[in-house]
C-alpha cells in the first residue's frame, strides 16, 4: 500500500503558483484577487473560508471577505454577487455553502459571472466541463484528478466506481473520469443510495472515489486487491481532543489500507487538494483576465 499524499502534492502546487506570481508581479502585473461571500456563522463554513483566505496570503493572491449575516435575504445577497461580478481586479470569488434556507442556492450560482465562478458550480461551466472545454473544473474533482495525474496512476480501461452523486463531487468526478483524457478513459459506474448491491461495484472496481459523508462507509470485504482508494468524505465526530472533534473520512482506512495499492488518508488526502485547486482556478481566472 503507498499513501495518495495530498499534504505534500498541495505544498508542490502551491509552490508553482506562488512562482507564478511573483513572475507576473517582476513583470509589473497586479496580483491574483480572490474574493470568497460568507453568510452566517456555521463553524466548519468559517474554517473553510479561513482556510481559503490563508491559502490565498502563502501563494501571494490578494484576498477578500465578504460576511453577511444568516438573516441575509435573496434580494441582499444578489446584490453583493452583482457587485462582485463587475468589481474591477477582482479574478474570481466563491460563495460558501450550504446557504441559510431563506436562499435560494440555485439563483444565487445562476447569479454568478461564470467567468469568475473559480468553484465551477455555474451551469455554465458545469456544461463546458461535460463538454470537454475549457473551463474551471469543481475543485475537489479536479483535485483528485491532479492526484492521480501527479502520481501517474493509471486510469485509461480501468473501472472506476463512484459513491455519491452530489454535483460538486460525485457527478463531475463520474464526467470527469470517463473523459477521453488522461486521467480519465475510464469505464465509470456512478453509485447512489439507490443503488442495489453497492459491494458487488466497488468489488469490481479498480479505482473506487467514495464521495458520501458516512465514516468509516467502505470497508476491506467491499474492495478488491490491489483497488485505489481515494476517500473524499470529511466527517467531524465527536472527541476528546481541544477541538472537541476530528475528521473522518468515508473509508475504514486501517482495514482498507491492507488490501489497497494506493489509498489517501483523511485528513491529509483529498481536502488539502481541493484548497489547491481552487487557488489554481483563480490563477487562471488571473490569467484570463490580464491576457
Ligand atoms: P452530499 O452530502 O451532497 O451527498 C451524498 C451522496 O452520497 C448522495 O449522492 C447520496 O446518494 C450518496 N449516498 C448517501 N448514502 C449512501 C449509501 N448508503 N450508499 C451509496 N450512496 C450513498 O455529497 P457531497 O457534498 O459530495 O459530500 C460528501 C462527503 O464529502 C461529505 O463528507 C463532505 O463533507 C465531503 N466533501 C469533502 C470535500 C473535500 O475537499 N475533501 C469536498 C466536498 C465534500
Redesign the pocket.
Known amino acids: 500500500m503507498q499513501i495518495l499524499d495530498g499534504i505534500k502534492l498541495a505544498k508542490e502546487i502551491k509552490q508553482e503558483i506562488k512562482e507564478a506570481v511573483e513572475a507576473a508581479v517582476k513583470e509589473g502585473k497586479r496580483k491574483p484577487h480572490l474574493a470568497a461571500v460568507l453568510v452566517g456563522n456555521d463553524g466548519a463554513s468559517q474554517t473553510y473560508v479561513n482556510n481559503k483566505i490563508k491559502d490565498c496570503q502563502q501563494v501571494g493572491f490578494e484576498s477578500s471577505l465578504v460576511k453577511l449575516p444568516n438573516t441575509v435575504s435573496q434580494t441582499e445577497l444578489l446584490e453583493v454577487i452583482q457587485k462582485l461580478n463587475t468589481q474591477e481586479n477582482l479574478d474570481g470569488f466563491i460563495v460558501q455553502l450550504p446557504l441559510p434556507a431563506q436562499i435560494d442556492q440555485e439563483e444565487i450560482i445562476e447569479a454568478i459571472n461564470p467567468k469568475r465562478d473559480v468553484d465551477g458550480f455555474h451551469p455554465t461551466n458545469f456544461g463546458k466541463m461535460a463538454l470537454d472545454m475549457s473551463t474551471f473544473l469543481p ?2 474533482p479536479f ?1 483528485i484528478l491532479e492526484m492521480l495525474d501527479r502520481y501517474n496512476i493509471p486510469t485509461r480501461g480501468k473501472h472506476a466506481v463512484i ?4 454535483r ?3 457527478r463531475p468526478m463520474s464526467i470527469l473520469m470517463g473523459r477521453k483524457d488522461f486521467p480519465g478513459n475510464s469505464t465509470v459506474t456512478l ?5 442495489e448491491n ?1 459491494s458487488y461495484y466497488t468489488n469490481h472496481a479498480d479505482i473506487v472515489i467514495t ?4 465514516p468509516g ?1 467502505l470497508t476491506a470485504d467491499m474492495v478488491k486487491e490491489g483497488a485505489v482508494v481515494i476517500d ?4 467531524r465526530v465527536d472527541d476528546d481532543s481541544e477541538k472537541g472533534y476530528k475528521l473522518v473520512g ?1 473509508v475504514d482506512f486501517e482495514n482498507v489500507k491492507q488490501k489497497a495499492s494506493w489509498i489517501t488518508p483523511v485528513p491529509g ?3 488539502p ?2 484548497r489547491a485547486m481552487l487557488l489554481k482556478n483563480t490563477l487562471l481566472a488571473y490569467k484570463n483576465n490580464t491576457k
Not at 459513491?163 to 452530489?166: A, C, F, L, Q, V
Not at 453509485?191 to 443503488?195: E, F, L, R, V
Not at 464521495?211 to 458516512?214: F, H, N, P, R
Open positions: 475543485a475537489t483535485g459513491i455519491g452523486r452530489s460538486i463531487v460525485g453509485t447512489h443510495s439507490n443503488t453497492l464521495a458520501l459523508g458516512v462507509f473524499v468524505g470529511i466527517t468515508d488526502g483529498v481536502g487538494m481541493t
